[in-house]
């Protein structure tokens, strides 16, 4: 049989279908901040089962990170398109319509709509309490600020930053921001719960199997065994199917119903279900006269909408990664997660890194400008090279920065002082600690069965997998099996996020065959664990206990009447170490830069009254065919390097590349997207500066 | 309960049935824009008349001076037919920049002349090239300029029984120009769009997208009266058309925005007309 | 009512509501799983059908208008059909929930301009969105199937 994904016989979970089956459909908040005064729903069919806040009130908390959502939210609403109740009917239509006969009243509270405001000393508080997840996914030490909007509270500090500012002869200082964006995976989330005897049974595409059964079992105070969480490949996901989404739900409804419930939520439901952080970030750079950095501060506000989710998470990846890959002695960094009522904010490609290499990589080049130094050779003079400390203390490893860079610069022909052509770099962090494991079994004729968590999504992670098992097994990749994660039978996993699969399980694999040739019972175990994290008030420790690393170059020109831009090439060059499988890895960096380049374009989450009001494809754009400039990308392999994970690494460097293209050409950026309208406001601004000069 | 369906395959069954159901039968031309409404629950006809199968709806035909293009033309059909090409080619330009050529392939010049989107590329142009539409009853027919026939977002003069029947194009243009600004993707509809057109009866420039309905001035493109199109008069009447708009603020840009880059566009549209 | 077309080669007669969109009576009525929704507005092609020859949005037809009408999904190819085979060889595929859609559009692009340049092909595929990226690997496929040439 040829490959289903393309003949079209491929299954995704909106196919899931079992006997008895009922359609779930959600009724949502129609306001930003209220309360629920009363739920009429007298009107409904007997035959449709309604999921009311009281029929949830009696189970826990929860949340990955804070437990701060209920199964539906009791008495209050805290976004438009937080789900008030839901119903079950023999069809989606059926459901609709039972929706439609429902009547909620609420009375309005008030709002707070972007984090500078929410973090505003007489701002409305959006929880009036933080109780901290017991989740794993919890894992860091988190910092909420009582009495405040901000749900964690990271900082890094190293030298002296106030000693630093005063030794530098230029300082640049400057704040930028970033729109949100939606993650518009292909498939929507889909879930389908049935329960028996009991035994709670979730088929659902997400990203972490193992977090949501642990979500799951805290919801419904089971223990996690009795839950299992089957995950069959999804049509997209880029960190929208990650925690509990709809399962919680789904499963309440089934429970409910005595029937199995699946929900399939709409385009619309999309832009309210997960979101990127919209973020503003404000630094100050300190160099000598000679270039030398000596001193970095970094503010960051995240917006984490109404519900915490992985924010606290990304915030601390936003922080720690955003001194970027260079020497600088004295860092001082503050980054928050703070609440506001719009749809949650989490995990989306790059988990906060786009965000903050925006802000820091702009920085440089306006430095560069000040100093009179050409930006390229900035970065080289300060880049971390191998056996360098980071700000957090970690001793850099299998470090390629400089390659990267050079490698982006040379594909775009920079030349020092040629307009149009910018770079940037990133360093990006891999979750740590980290834990990953997998069994290999030997079978009959020649075949091997494997089980892990690992989920498809579409980056091939699993072909990846079933190639490295091939190349040390020594059989072809069609003799090996490997069934979707089941958390009753696949041995555990932190989760298939931030680039860590290939990386994580690929070593873990390693170890199961090496078990299994060592063992007779034609089974073998393997596992690895990587320790580490960061004192969240010092920002000390291990950051990551492997670094992702590339950089990205860009080529522009500029209509200086309308301005729009035409990108006329981007490149990015991605650290790999060793590649697994190319044309896999060639897709992941493809992927990445078109997204990075919608990021940096024109994707835009614009919120009007407290709302998402773009909430389609026509109004929210997403990059097509036709959009494309010249991609071009490198992957960068060293005799003897690890296998570094590359699912995420093109994409937050390219619109930093671009915003420094267009610096290049006198137009100062500080927002995403760069609409033309943008870059139009940043030609006057040039204008008038040559005016004022003149 | 179900929905009514109506395949009609002759004028007089459309006319009758429009007569008969009112405003409770929906006209069903391409669809794609129908399809649109029902899915987000703006719409849920009770009877739906299909003009997929009448006939003489697909024609397209010189008649003198005049093109007339039958309501069910598509899209599709209209950027790439022979003639269209060699009379108007603006015409052609202008529906090949639509959408997707999925929807191209469906949609219908009656359609979107009579969905009247602000943000739709054909209305404009079909303004500045002085179309007019066809509009038939049961109980009569009249004709009416694209420029009278909309009136604001999804309003025009098209009554209750009212069909719109066929498009007539002039074809007294020695040049004519379309051109579409977007802000975002390739895919998206226009931010700003302009559509100048040189004709026997003098200049007509229409601009889309900024307003509830295409904006054409006659006392500004008349400063063209007796002039030849150089860039200084491009520029005249680009930076009025930019003065009397008061455009509107969407996602695709704001209101200050947009009248900046009409005063371009239309500035740039003349040009390439001069050219 | 009752509604007759012609589904794949053969010919269906599905009773529903005529005002209910092709999409879901395909997937549903018809067990068609390979056309798929995401946006209800045609503008993402994963929905993508071919009514009579010509490739259609099925998330905004109403299965109304499918009456006496030949439709086609990428179910009506032969698996050796050189498109497929090209998005295999080109790797062009991640996720894999827009690629029928993608696999159909370029059969049908093949079909009335056998040998696409560059821009033909992206103004062909720009109504189909891959939020993974495919896109390079796609304009590979599409001219790998060109010199593959149509099925016999």
Not at chain 1, 229 to 247: D, H, L, N, Q, Y
Request: proline share 5%.
């Amino acid at each position: 049989m040829k490959d289903p994904r393309i003949t079209g016989r491929q299954k995704y979970v909106i196919d899931a279908a079992v006997e008895g089956m009922l359609h779930g459909r959600i009724l949502r908040s129609v306001y930003p901040s209220a309360r629920i005064t009363s739920i009429d729903t007298s009107m409904v069919p007997e035959d449709v089962v309604v999921l009311t806040p009281q029929d949830v009130a009696g189970l826990h908390h929860y949340g990955c990170q804070i437990a701060d959502q209920t199964v539906l939210p009791q008495d209050q609403v805290r976004f438009v398109g937080d789900p008030v109740l839901a119903v079950a009917a023999e069809s989606v239509a059926a459901a609709e319509e039972a929706l439609l006969m429902i009547d909620v009243e609420y009375e309005e509270l008030p709002g707070v709509f972007d984090a500078v405001s929410a973090t505003a000393p007489d701002a409305p508080l959006v929880h009036d309490r933080h109780k901290i997840s017991e989740n794993d996914a919890a894992y860091f030490g988190i910092r909420p600020v009582d009495g405040t909007n901000i749900c964690h509270r990271f900082r890094l500090i190293q030298g002296d930053i106030e000693a630093g500012f005063a030794g530098a002869d230029v300082i640049v200082e400057e704040t930028f921001t970033t729109a949100g964006a939606a993650h518009v995976s292909m498939e929507p989330h889909a879930a389908l719960a049935s329960w028996d005897d009991g035994r709670l049974k979730m088929v659902t595409g997400n990203q972490t199997p193992f977090n949501l059964r642990g979500d799951l079992a805290t919801i419904f105070g089971m223990k996690p065994e009795d839950i299992q969480v089957i995950c069959p490949p999804m049509g997209g996901s880029f960190g929208a199917k990650t925690f509990v989404r709809i399962e919680g739900i789904a499963a309440a409804l089934a429970r409910k119903a005595d029937r199995p419930v699946r929900i399939i939520l709409d385009r619309a439901e999309e832009f309210q279900t997960l979101n990127r952080h919209p973020s503003t970030i404000r630094v100050k750079i300190g160099a000598r006269s000679d270039g030398a950095l000596l001193a970095k501060e970094v503010h960051c506000l995240a917006d984490t909408g109404a519900y915490a989710d992985c924010g606290p998470g990304v915030a601390q990846k936003m922080g720690f990664a955003s001194p970027g890959p260079y020497r600088i002695p004295h860092v001082r960094v503050e980054s928050n997660s703070v609440y506001t009522n719009l749809p949650p904010n989490g995990a989306y490609r790059g988990y906060g890194q786009m965000q903050s290499i925006w802000a820091s990589e702009r920085t440089m080049d306006l430095l560069a400008g000040k100093l009179g130094i050409d930006p390229l050779e900035l970065r080289l003079k300060n880049l971390l090279r191998e056996g360098d400390a980071y700000c957090t203390g970690e001793v850099m490893h299998d470090v390629a920065f400089e390659e990267c860079l050079r490698d982006a610069a040379a594909a775009i022909g920079y030349e020092p002082g040629q307009p149009g052509l910018g770079v940037s770099v990133l360093m990006k962090g891999m979750q740590t600690p980290s834990f990953a494991s997998i069994r290999v079994r030997a079978k009959p004729g020649g075949r091997y069965h494997i089980d892990c968590a690992t989920v498809e999504m579409g980056q091939g992670s699993r072909k990846a997998l079933a190639t490295m098992a091939a190349d040390l097994l020594g059989c072809a990749v069609g003799d090996i099996d490997i069934p979707a994660p089941d958390t009753d039978v696949s041995p555990p996993d932190t989760r298939t996020t931030s680039s860590r699969s290939t990386h994580m399980m690929g070593r873990a694999l390693e170890v199961a065959v090496a078990n299994l040739k060592d063992s007779d019972t034609g089974e073998g175990f393997g596992e690895i664990r990587e320790n580490g994290g960061l004192d969240p008030d010092t920002g000390q420790g291990i950051a990551s206990s492997h670094w992702h690393q590339g950089a990205a170059g860009a080529r522009v020109s500029v209509d200086e009447e309308t301005g729009a831009v035409t990108v006329e090439h981007v490149h990015a060059a991605v650290y790999a170490g060793r590649v697994v499988v190319r044309k896999q890895a060639e897709l992941q960096n493809e992927g990445s830069m078109i997204m990075g380049y919608g990021t940096a374009m024109f994707e835009s989450l614009d919120i009007l009254d407290g709302a998402i009001g773009n909430p389609n494809l026509s109004d929210y754009n997403v990059p097509s065919i036709a959009d494309l400039p010249k991609l071009t990308h490198s992957l960068i392999e060293r005799e003897g390097g690890d296998v570094h994970g590359l699912g995420e690494t093109a994409l937050p460097p390219v619109p930093a590349a671009i915003g420094n293209a267009l610096q290049s050409l006198g137009l100062t950026l500080r927002d995403l997207p760069m609409t033309p309208e943008r870059v139009l406001a940043a030609v006057d601004e040039a204008t008038d500066r040559t005016e004022d000069a003149a | 309960m179900s929905t009514a369906w109506h395949s009609p395959t002759t004028r007089e069954e459309v006319l009758r049935l429009r007569a008969e159901l009112g405003e409770d039968g929906t006209l069903v031309a391409g669809g794609t824009f129908l399809g649109v409404l029902m899915n987000n629950g703006i719409l849920a006809p009770e009877a739906m008349i299909s003009l997929a199968h009448v006939e003489g709806f697909e024609r397209i035909a010189r008649d003198g001076a005049e093109l007339r293009i039958g309501a069910m033309v598509t899209h599709r059909r209209l950027e790439f037919d022979a003639d269209i090409r060699a009379l108007c080619p603006m015409i052609a330009d202008t529906f090949a920049v639509v959408a997707n050529p999925r929807v191209r392939n469906w949609a219908t010049i009656g359609g979107v002349l009579a969905d009247a989107d602000y943000a739709s590329d054909p209305p404009a142009a079909m303004i500045a090239l002085d179309a007019r539409v066809v509009l038939e009853s049961a109980s009569g027919r009249r004709e009416v300029s694209v420029e009278d026939l909309i009136e604001d977002v999804y309003q025009t003069v098209i009554e209750e029984d009212e069909v719109l029947t066929e498009v007539i194009v002039p074809l007294d243009q020695s040049a004519a120009r379309y051109r579409k600004f977007r802000t975002r993707s390739h895919e998206d509809r226009p931010c700003v769009s302009v559509a100048a057109v040189q004709a026997s009866g003098g200049l007509r420039v229409a601009v889309g997208a900024v307003a509830g309905k295409p904006q054409i001035f006659h006392d500004i493109c008349a400063l063209a009266k007796g002039r030849a199109m150089d860039s200084g008069l491009a520029r005249e009447i680009g930076t009025a058309y930019a003065e009397r708009i008061d455009p509107i603020t969407d996602a695709r840009g704001s209101s200050a925005y947009r009248k900046r880059v009409i005063a371009v566009e239309v500035r740039r549209a003349l040009e390439d007309l001069a050219a | 009512m009752k509604i007759a077309f012609e589904l794949n080669g053969t010919p269906v007669e599905v009773e529903t509501d005529p005002a209910n969109m092709a999409l879901s009576v395909l997937r549903g009525e018809c067990g068609i799983t390979s056309v798929r929704g995401t946006c209800g507005i045609g503008l993402c092609g994963t929905c993508t059908m071919i009514v009579d020859g010509k490739t259609t949005a099925s998330c905004l037809m109403p299965v109304g208008a499918l009456a006496g009408r030949r439709v086609e999904t990428v179910d009506v190819l032969n698996e050796d059909d050189p498109v497929i085979d090209a998005f295999i060889e080109a790797n062009a595929v991640q996720c894999g929930f827009c690629i029928p859609a993608m696999v159909l559009t370029v059969r049908k692009l093949l079909e009335d301009n056998p040998k696409p340049t560059d821009d033909e092909i992206d103004m062909a595929l720009a109504g189909n969105i891959c939020r993974c990226g495919c896109y390079a690997k796609i304009r590979d496929a599409v001219h790998l199937a060109a010199a593959k040439g149509n099925p016999a």
